[in-house]
């Protein structure tokens, strides 16, 4: 089950998904009027969980997890205890989700289109990879397994850099996995 986080104020009308629609707060002040929907009170937006498939979820202290639903259905495609044979994924770290980029980068675009992993199991991807096999193996592995990802858009880490399942010239990924949606 996601988690959700409630989000500020907003006036005015505008399109929102069934997603969003149906987790609405009871009683927020809905109003629809012609397929679209007035947000004149909170919503719940969706959250990055602490907890996906059993993995720990860790953040930066300056990471905003409220996201496009379809960075946490991401996640969920990507995070697996046993996601690399014979190295267990304890934990995560996420350095940034939907902060710290400016337009047009997938990080602020929308509702947050782009998240960062920089720790396999605590150890950091710039110190670690690829010297120690548990952070290469499962580094490699959920960016193998994010390129079977149906909405999935940029796949940059130290493993390779692909864009929508091309190989992609793009510096300065080598101390993390960033993964990006559609
Ligand atoms: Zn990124």
């Given amino acids: 089950m996601s988690s959700y986080r409630r989000e500020v104020t907003v006036i005015g009308f505008r399109d929102i998904n069934k997603s ?7 009683g927020s002040g809905l109003n ?6 007035l947000l004149n009170k909170e ?11 059993g993995v720990v979820v860790e953040f930066s202290s300056n990471v905003n ?4 639903e379809k960075i946490i259905n991401a996640l969920k495609h990507i995070l697996h205890t046993d996601i690399s044979s014979g190295h267990k994924l304890n934990r995560v770290f996420i350095s940034s989700a939907n902060d710290q980029h400016k337009f047009p980068s997938r990080h602020v675009q929308g509702n947050g289109k782009a998240v960062d992993i920089s720790r396999i199991n605590g150890m950091k991807m710039s110190v670690f990879y690829p010297s120690n096999p548990s952070v290469k193996a499962i580094t490699d592995a959920i960016q193998s397994k994010f390129e079977t990802f149906p909405k999935k858009r940029e796949n940059f880490g130290p493993f390779f850099q692909k864009k929508l399942g091309q190989p992609y010239s793009v ?3 080598k101390d993390h996995i960033h993964i990006s949606v559609n």
């Fill in 65 to 68: 997890r409220s996201v496009d």
């Fill in 20 to 26: 969003e629609r149906i987790r609405l707060m009871n």
């Fill in 32 to 37: 629809c009027s012609s397929g679209r929907w």
């Fill in 43 to 53: 919503v719940y937006m969706p959250a990055i969980p602490g907890k996906v498939n």
């Fill in 171 to 173: 510096g300065g990924h």
